[in-house]
Structures are given as structure tokens and as C-alpha cells.
């Protein structure tokens, strides 16, 4: 793998912001996998301005999202897919039927999950896949377990997961969905190339059991040391020691 040190989050979110808009430069009709959750708000920020600044043009770009929480829709301003509206979409103006999502209201969720599927290998594949990292090393929503999942799938979500997302909640953890729908982690795996984001020291632990344990079901993320193109982007608070 390749690992980034940043001195600042700022700094890390520069550098894969023109990393991104490189691609869809060279390839238009670039396929990004995306995250939600606080660490990539500053890329998305960054995207927003340096997409203005090189008019670099996002109506070709198809993208599709790693999870979203099982009984929102996508109108839900709860959702992730209204956090992706708010974060990126309005300000790089994707096209709307280029944007994958999972709908966590779907009638059958089974059939839903293999629609996401089909939608991503009609699409070609993900060409850059962007992961965020729980602080329990979970990636989208596939949380430690005995077995992890191959396709997208439903899961549910584990306390601190639960807990790390009810800021999106306005803090109310009763109301955060116990249940998610996300990419499994082979989905993940045959993305052509993998950038995984982690900032501060709350994921230092998280980031130590991937690169330096072994790959187990117990870390998801450490199952990504199989893949031949990995970038970690880091701030020095994720990479210090844990204690
Ligand atoms: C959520 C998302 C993940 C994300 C993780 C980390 O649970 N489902 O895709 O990577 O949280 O979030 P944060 O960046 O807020 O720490």
C-alpha cells in the first residue's frame, strides 16, 4: 500500500481533490465510489471549489455511494443520499441519473442490493473507489463480524456505528436506523483503484489493525492489504500511535 502523511486534513483533502478532478480529466466518463461521513466534507468542499476554478465538467462522471440506512429513502434529508446532495452533488453538478444509490425504503431490500450490483457492473466497474474507515475498521457498513459479506448486502449496525452517525441525527441516537445496506467487501475489492481517507487520532487504532495486523473478519479494512492499488491519505493524528 501506499501511505500519505499530511500535516493537515486540509493539506490531505487538497491533494485528492486534484487527484480526482486529474482523472475525470483524463477519463469524463470517469466511475467514482464515494463515502459519506465527516472525514470526506472537506474533499467534497474542495471538489466544489477546484471543479469551478478548472471548469471541469462532471456530466459524464457516474458515481455510486458505498451504503445507506435501511428505512430512508433518498428524499429523507437524513439520508446519505441527501448528505451527498448537500456535501457534492449540488456543487459539481453531477448528473442526476449518473448518481448510484442504495434505497434503504425499497419494497425488497434483497432485490435492491442486487440491482446495485448489476448497476455497477453495467457501469464497467468503479474506477476510484474512495473509502472513509470506522473506528471500529469498519468500511462502508461492513462491520466486524465472524463473516463479512461478498456483495451488497443488509447489515446490521454496531453501537459505535450507530454512535458515530447521530450527529446526522441531530445527536438523537434512538432515532439512528439499526440496520444499513452497503457494498460488500469483494464489491469493493474489484474497484480498479482504492484511496482510503482517515483523519485523527480516534482512527489511529483502527489504522495500526489494518496495516499491521493480520487480515481478519474482525478489522474489514485490513482485508483491502489483498488489493494492488491502495493509497491510505492520512493526518498525522491517524497515523500516531495508538495509546
Ligand atoms: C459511516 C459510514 C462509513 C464511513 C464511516 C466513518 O459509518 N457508513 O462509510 O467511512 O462512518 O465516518 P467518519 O468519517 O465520520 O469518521
Redesign the pocket.
Known sequence: MNILVFDQAGQLAGALARRVIEAILARPDLVLGL??????QLLYAELGTLTCETRTDWSAVRTFN??EFVGLDGRDPES?RQYMERQLFAGVRVTPHHVGFLDGKASDLEEECDRYERAIASAGGIDLMI?????NG????NEPAPGLQARTHRVALCPE?RA??AALFDGDLSRVPTE?L?MGMATILRSRTIVLLATGEE?AAAMTAMLEGPITTAVPASFLQLHPDVTLMLDRGARTSPR
Open positions: 463515502p459519506t461521513g465527516r472525514t470526506p458505498l451504503d446519505y473509502l472513509g474507515i470506522g473506528v469498519h468500511i462502508g457498513f456505528t458515530a452517525n444499513g452497503s482512527k
